[in-house]
């Protein structure tokens, strides 16, 4: 073949190269990804899952992980209905439902949810009594949500929950809820203790009226406790004999 030819062959196929590389933008967005696409600064479309191409220049892509995610709300001191302080943290699960949104609204979309977080929890902590809250009469997590789903949704994110995980009392307070908790412990043992023993008495008292209306069973309960004590019905006992007794119960 002629050198030219195969020269200038060469020379067209690496002309279109380049052309490909300069005109031709290939893009492949994962299972887990969405992509915006722009050129020059200005937003074309979303892109799905799979392998893109574009013709011309000028584009840029920019990706977002769709998964759930969890952004952890440090532990922060609030103060109940009763004036009582709580060091409170939680963990706000989330994921990127509008791609758009998120780009555009907030310059950091993830720090203003924290900051949502922040003050929804010092709202729910602030409307309850520490007792209430301590015994977890109400759903935190629910009232939590509430109050941060619409700012979370302008900013494209979807809620899929928010979590208190620590609560922490403060010192001095502490110590007092400690006592506080022991003495209610120590009432609920004397209350059950007294419970029992009233159980005691009800069924001595039930035992006393069936023997008083049938003596016949007093004797067997008294000849049963005999043939249990140590010698069996020859044993001495301190008021006579065992034979003393039998003849007063049958009487």
């Known amino acids: 073949m002629n050198p030219i030819i195969i020269v200038s062959l060469f020379v067209t196929a690496c002309v279109a190269l380049?052309?490909?590389?300069?005109?031709?933008?290939?893009?492949?967005?994962?299972?887990?990804?969405?992509?915006?696409?722009?050129?020059?600064?200005?937003?074309?479309?979303?892109?799905?899952?799979?392998?893109?191409?574009?013709?011309?220049?000028?584009?840029?892509?920019?990706?977002?992980?769709?998964?759930?995610?969890d952004l952890q709300v440090a532990g922060q001191e609030f103060l109940t209905a009763d004036k009582a302080g709580l060091k409170v943290s939680a963990v706000v699960e989330y994921h990127i439902a509008d791609p758009v949104a998120f780009s555009g609204v907030a310059e950091n979309p993830l720090g203003s949810l924290y900051h949502a977080a922040q003050i929804a929890l010092r709202d729910v902590i602030g409307s309850q009594d520490l007792e209430a809250i301590i015994d977890r009469k109400t759903d935190l997590s629910a009232a939590l949500v509430v109050r941060v789903k619409s700012h979370a949704e302008d900013?494209?994110?979807?809620?899929?929950?928010?979590?208190?995980?620590?609560?922490?009392?403060?010192?001095d307070l502490r110590k007092v809820f400690t006592e506080a908790l022991t003495a209610r412990q120590q009432s609920l043992v004397v209350l059950e203790k007294a419970r029992a023993e009233a159980a005691a008495i009800r069924t001595l008292a039930n035992a006393a009226r069936v023997f008083e209306a049938h003596p016949a069973l007093l004797?067997?309960?008294?000849?049963?406790?005999?043939?249990?004590?140590?010698?069996?019905?020859?044993?001495?006992?301190a008021l006579g004999t065992a034979g003393h007794w039998l003849d007063f119960l049958k009487k």
């Not at 490909?20 to 892109?47: I, M, S, Y």
């Not at 994110?157 to 010192?171: E, F, M, S």
């Open 18 to 69: 380049i052309a490909w590389n300069v005109w031709v933008t290939t893009v492949v967005v994962r299972q887990h990804e969405a992509a915006l696409l722009f050129q020059h600064g200005k937003l074309v479309r979303t892109l799905a899952a799979g392998r893109h191409w574009f013709l011309g220049t000028g584009y840029e892509v920019k990706r977002f992980d769709i998964r759930r995610s």
């Open 155 to 171: 900013l494209g994110l979807a809620l899929d929950g928010i979590h208190v995980k620590d609560i922490i009392i403060a010192g």
């Open 219 to 237: 004797q067997l309960k008294f000849l049963q406790a005999i043939e249990k004590a140590p010698g069996g019905i020859a044993q001495p006992l």
